[in-house]
């Protein structure tokens, strides 16, 4: 990654009042070619002009991103699609209808006129749009589709707050819009379209079971969306690369049962245990359920299993969190792979690069 040389600017707008001399100001430097960090209702993103392929090119750079991982162009208005790609499926406008802006990400073919990088090279382009005032004001005002991946140094978890995107990445964009804290605290739900029926590359703060009552099909989910081994390079690019890390040890502890928690728990401890006898200090990433029954580990809640939707919120400052503790490794429990619970082991079992242990 290159050394931290430009001059930040950092406006902060308020969402529920956004300031528009600020949003002018940022649109512009999108529109002459530059970097602009800015806050969607997921994670906040690292945006440039979608179809200038210098500026694309800068976002790579700022974020240490290897080359061949593709970003998502995200627009404000629904006409936008006929820029990014030709013949767009009424399957397409069904699901934008429901959904956006929101947390969903659609793979189509693209057309000539998107730059090579934003696509990595390949024949389709991931398309959203943001449900955040600031993210839709700055696109339209921009007068562009933005491509932006999360604002996140390659590998690190994403950032979820103005906090975050000022400690990773001042130095490295133009500007910085700090909007204080996301929504979702999660990516987008990433489906390829271009496939019948189409496959899930990236769960998100989307759950599938929703797509799915919308096209009325069952959307094929593989291996690698669920975390549990690295995409190809053909069907997913990108998440091939180990994402979301903490530089810490990361291990999650896994069951195909969560309906005796209480059971469950004590395999959890059992483990944890054993690596604190053997002088490791430990730091446990627990639901609300369990705690009770941890003894002597700190703990770092993660919310309520009733509640996914805050287990999700709570993931990426959990595990920014690990490596400010005084800790040598990190133990997560699971959770079941329903609604944003896929969308939550998927993070986590990529976060412990692979680290699973099943009891
Ligand atoms: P990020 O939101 O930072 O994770 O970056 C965008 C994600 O979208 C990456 O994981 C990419 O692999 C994925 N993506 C972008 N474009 C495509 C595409 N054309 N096909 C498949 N995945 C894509
Ligand atoms: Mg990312």
Known sequence: MHEPVKPTRILRIDPSNPR??????????????????FPTETVYGLGADA??????????????????????????????LNILSDNVKEEVY??????????LTVVLYRSERVPYEVCAGLETVAVRMPAHPV?????????????????NPAGKPSPTSGEHVKRDMMGRVDVIIDSGETLYGVESTIIDITRDPPLLLRPGALPIEEIEKTIKKKIVIPEFARGLIEASEAIAPG????HYAPSK?????????YSNLERYSLGVFKHVKRLMDNGLKVVLLASSE????????????????????????????????IDELDIDIAVSEGFEEKGLGLTIMNRLRKASGYNIIRI
């Open 135 to 151: 993210a839709l004001k700055l696109i339209e005002l921009s007068g562009t589709p933005i491509a932006a991946p999360s604002a």
């Open 249 to 257: 040890p990361l291990q999650v502890i896994e069951s195909s049962d």
């Open 20 to 37: 528009i001399d600020y949003l002018i100001e940022a649109a512009r430097v999108i529109k002459y070619g530059g970097l602009v960090i």
């Open 94 to 103: 069904q699901l934008a209808e429901k959904f956006w802006p929101g947390p």
């Open 290 to 321: 369990t705690t009770q029954y941890y003894h002597e580990v700190e703990i770092l809640s993660l919310g309520s299993r009733k509640n996914l939707f805050e287990v999700a919120r709570n993931l990426y400052k959990a595990l920014r969190k």
């Open 239 to 242: 998440m091939k690369y180990r």
């Open 51 to 80: 179809m200038n392929n210098l500026a694309v090119r800068k976002i790579f750079e700022a974020k240490g991103r290897p080359l061949d991982n593709p970003l998502i162009v995200h627009i404000s208005d629904i006409n936008q």
